[in-house]
Structure formats: structure tokens, C-alpha cells
């Protein structure tokens, strides 16, 4: 009670010398005993003063005691002053009253040491307690908004990435009976959004997602987090969801929003079999299946399997090594002959990079190209392939060996360096070769990308003399346009149509069209993936083309593709047949 000790008691009394004689004997040690007698005075003072207490006779000259009380009581600034108010006897009626009024005690005239010392006490400690009690929930409402912004993304009201694993861990374990999904939603191209409109159209559609997850999964006894940027994850229990419906819904909600913007949610799918897996590799695996689909627009979502993992791991094989590996010379080319069935002999061949790794023995390029097209490592990959060419190509003529051209892929991400145009005739002048020596191949989806800068790119390879071929022509979204506007030497057709020729009527009258069409417009055909005599016999009918595939040779290593060169080079003369190798 140090606090008290110095605030003092207000008594106000009409004729108030005897209470106030009295209260200075009970409280005099602990309090000092201020009087008025008046209740304006009163006012005045609490006004003024702090005071620990205030006394008041009911009846009072220019303002009784219950219009002081009124003033007291209903005033949020005197909130903890209590009022005891001091009545007759028989008034109980005015006590009644008083109390009514928001009176704390009252006091009986004439007043008696024993109570007014223990009520007045009472008083003060029910005040101090109450006082108490709101310091202590204002603490707790604190410490409470404290852990919620903790533990909530302050733009969209969810769980942020902590809170969602520990919450989503609790959830799975405490529920074993429940099977669950953790579903990692991502919106496609955000950046565009947040590029192409305000930030406050970006933060719109993260708020809409958001209140849509929560109606939509906490009703179900799910969790919704969003853990990043535009990433969402959903701990979900498996029998109330429908990811169809969900991202319909999503597509609906954001549609709302009128913004003049594709915008698209997918959706990777984790089915939680163990749940003692940490959330956060839940939330991976989750991940890696949203990987398989994102961008592509006919599906939006994708489950989980373990195959995806196997992938993921190899993928960080790969990033993890690909740098030393390149210095290491752990990558090499091989060489697939290209065979002309007019002059039944090799005529070219192509550089195809090969990976000897240490530990994992040899890895397909099918494995580490797309990697390496994703991460930009391919850039390097390819300098290194040409320049390996550049060496053999060096080292042929330096034997004194009749050379044929060989082509080598040039992968689209090469187009965004304008340095590739002094690079590659740089390799050329630093090996002394010619630039018809070296063929460069594109993919359609190069022209897919950036039309005009691989039309005009192309046309100063050209220009140099340099042949430009396209790869796998066929398999994307090939188009007439493409071939109207895009200078090519040759055309590869992809071997997806020779897969076909023997079933499919269709593949065939297309493959005709093709040749009947590159011959017109000049370019030179290669038709990839030869394997059989019957597919050799249906396309040798077709006209002059040149063939690349199985049938004639895998791609060799270079001692080994150097002794078939020389071999059809010495009988070049001499009425070579194809055999199968
Ligand atoms: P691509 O450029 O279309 O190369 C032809 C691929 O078809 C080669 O696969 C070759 O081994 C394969 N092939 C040839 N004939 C046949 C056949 O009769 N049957 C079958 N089933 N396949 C045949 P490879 O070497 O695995 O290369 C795959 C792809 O990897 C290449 O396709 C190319 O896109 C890419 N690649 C390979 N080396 C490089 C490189 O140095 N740079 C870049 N950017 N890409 C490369
Ligand atoms: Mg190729
Ligand atoms: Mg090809």
C-alpha cells in the first residue's frame, strides 16, 4: 500500500470536524486526511489531486453527495477513486441509492472507529485487486498479440512458415486416424503481376487467396500457411478435399478481382504417410510434385510420388558437381554419324555430350541438360562441347584426314548472350578452322522464346557461313510461320516421326509433306532416330535425305567414330552397303 500512503482521503462533510477528528485518529499514521465541505470543492479537488479515497456525506450544500457521486463514479477519469458515502442511520433508502450509483461502501453516521477503519481498508484493497487484475489481462493481451504476430503473416492473417510446421506437425500426430494432404500452392508468374500492376494488386490477390484457404480448409479441421511470397501451404485431411473443386473455387475468388491478368494457382499434393516426417520435408515433397505441373496449363496439380524424390536427389547430384566436373574433364562428346543415303557414305556427324561421373558411372544428357537449361550451366557446357569439336576437327586435319563437318547443339539460353557472336568465329580463328566446318543446331523452342533475336541471330551466322540446322523439328509447336521467317540450312526432323512410320498412316503423309516442303524452301533434311531396316526401306523411297540414328551407329566415342570415318572414307569408292551396327 506505499502507493496510498501518499495520496490522501477526501472527506467531505457539511459540519465534518468531528469525522474528520476521527478519520485523523484512525488513518493518521497511514493517510492524510484532507476536508472539504462542499461537493464543487470536492470535484475541484479530485480534479486536481490523486486521492486514495473519497468520503461524502450524502447531504451537502451546492451539490449533494449523490450528484458527486454521479460526477465520480460515471467519470472513466476517476475510475479508480472509490466513493464511500456516508448517510444516516435511517436512511437506508439513500443508501440503497448511493450504491445504485456506483457507490463503493457506505458509511452510517455517527461513525464508528472499528467499521469505518475496516471498510474503508476493504475498499482500498477490492480497488488495488481490481487494479491488478486489469494490469495483468492488458500484460496478458500483450504477450498474446506479441505470439500472434509471431506466429501470423501480418498481410494475410495466416500461419506463417514456422508456426504452419509446428502446427501442421501437431495436427498429422495427434490424428492418426486421419489421413492428410499437405498441398504447396504457388500462383504462376506473380512477378509479372507485381511488375506489370501496383504491389497493392499483388497484396489484393494473396489477401483474397488467403480468406478463401481459410474458409474453405479450417472448417474442414485443416491449417493454411502461407509460407512465402506467393506460396501457400494446406494441411488438409484427405476425405475433404477436392483439389479440382479448391482451385476452381481459387480461380473463381480471384477472378472477382477484375484484373486484366491471367492469374493461376497450381498445386503440388503430398499424401502424409508417415507422420513423423518433419513438416518441412512434407512441405518439400509437396514442392516437388508443384514442379511437375507448374506452367503447364492443362493441369494444374500434381500428387507426389517417391519417383520425384529419386529425381530431386539426382538433380542435386548434378547442380552440386556440375562446376567441378566440368573442370575435372568428366564431360566428353561423342559422335553420331549423319549418313547420306544419296552418297552412301558419312557425310557429317554430331557432337553429343557425355557425363562419366566418378561415382554415379555415366549420366544421360536427358538427365542433365534440362537441369542445366534450368540453372544456365548449359551456356558453359556448350562453349566447352564446340570447343571439343574445334580440337578434334584441328587435330583431323592436322593428320592429314579428309574432315566432315560436325554439328553441335546450340541450346536457346545461348541467344541471350550477345557475346555468342564472337565467340563461336573466336573459336574458329583460335583452331584455324573454317565456318562451314561447324553446323549449329536450334531447338523450335528457341524460336518459341525470342523469334526475332534468333532470326536475326541466325542471319548473321549465315552470314558468316556458318549452316544452321533445326533440331527436333516436329516435336514442339512447329509452325509455317516459323519456316517462313526463320533462315535454316536443314531441318531435323525429330524422331518421333520415324517412331510412327510403321503404324500410322498420318505420320507418313506428314513426313512427305515435310520433305516435299523443306525441298521447296531449299533446306537439306536429316531425319533422326533410324533403327530399323523397314523405317530405311519406307524413307530411302521418300528422296534424297540424309539418316541419323541406331541403325547405322550409336553415338561413338571419338577413337571409335575416327576408325568408321576412315573406313567409309577408304572404300568411299568402292560401292559401300549399310549394315546394321
Ligand atoms: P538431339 O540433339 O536431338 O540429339 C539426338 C539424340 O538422339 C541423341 O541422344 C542420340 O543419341 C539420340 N539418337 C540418335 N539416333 C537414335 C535412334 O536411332 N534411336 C534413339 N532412340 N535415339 C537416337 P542423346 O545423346 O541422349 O542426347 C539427347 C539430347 O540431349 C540431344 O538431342 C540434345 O538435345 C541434348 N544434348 C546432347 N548433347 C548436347 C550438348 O552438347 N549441348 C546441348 N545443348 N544439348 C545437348
Ligand atoms: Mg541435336
Ligand atoms: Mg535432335
Known sequence: ???????????????????????????????????????????????????????????????????????????????????????????????????????????????????????????????????????????????????????????????NRPTFYKKAANLVQA???????IVYLDISCFKAINDLFHMETGNLILKTAASYFMNKINPHGGICSRIEADHFVLCVPQESFDPDKLIEGLDNAIQTLGISHNILFFAGIYPVNNVYLPADQMCDRANMALRKVKGNYLTRYAYYDAGMREQMLQEQMIVRDMNYALKDNQFTIYLQPVYSLAKDTIVSAEALVRWFHPVNGMISPGKFIPVFERNGFIVKLDRFVWEEVCKFLRRQLDEGVDIMPVSVNV????????????????????????????????????????????????????????????????????????????PIDVLKVDMAFVRELEESDRARTILRFVLGLAQDLGMGVVIEGVETQNQLNYISKLGKVDIQGYFFSRPLPVEDFKILYNKYSLNKNENVTIERR
Open 1 to 159: 500500500m506505499d502507493s496510498e500512503k501518499s495520496l490522501p482521503i477526501l472527506l467531505t462533510a457539511d459540519e465534518n470536524e468531528n469525522e474528520c477528528n476521527l478519520l485523523n485518529k484512525v488513518f493518521g499514521d497511514e493517510f492524510e486526511v484532507v476536508s472539504v465541505t462542499n461537493g464543487l470543492d470536492c470535484i475541484d479537488f479530485v480534479e486536481k489531486n490523486k486521492v486514495a479515497v473519497v468520503l461524502v456525506s450524502l447531504k451537502l450544500p451546492v451539490m449533494d453527495g449523490f450528484e458527486v457521486l454521479n460526477v465520480i463514479a460515471k467519470d472513466s477519469r476517476f475510475a479508480d477513486v472509490p466513493v464511500i458515502v456516508i448517510t444516516d442511520r435511517e436512511d437506508s433508502e439513500g443508501e440503497a441509492r448511493a450504491m445504485e450509483n456506483g457507490a463503493a461502501e457506505f458509511l452510517t453516521t455517527p461513525l464508528n472507529e472499528t467499521v469505518i477503519k475496516y471498510r474503508v481498508h476493504n475498499v482500498l484493497a477490492r480497488y488495488e485487486n481490481e487494479r491488478n487484475k486489469i494490469e495483468r489481462a492488458v500484460k496478458d493481451l500483450k504477450i498474446f498479440e506479441m505470439h500472434r504476430s509471431l506466429e501470423i503473416d501480418s498481410l494475410t492473417g495466416l500461419y
Open 411 to 486: 541450346s536457346r539460353l545461348n541467344f541471350y548472350n550477345l557475346d555468342l557472336l564472337e565467340f563461336l568465329p573466336g573459336l574458329l580463328e583460335k583452331y584455324n578452322l573454317e565456318p562451314e566446318m561447324l553446323k549449329l543446331e536450334v531447338t523450335e523452342s528457341a524460336y518459341t522464346d525470342n523469334p526475332q533475336q534468333l532470326i536475326s541471330i541466325t542471319r548473321m551466322f549465315r552470314e558468316r557461313g556458318f549452316s544452321v540446322l533445326m533440331d527436333d523439328f516436329g516435336s514442339g509447336f512447329s509452325s509455317l510461320n516459323m519456316l517462313k521467317n526463320l
Open 175 to 181: 490424428h492418426p486416424e486421419t489421413k492428410y494432404y
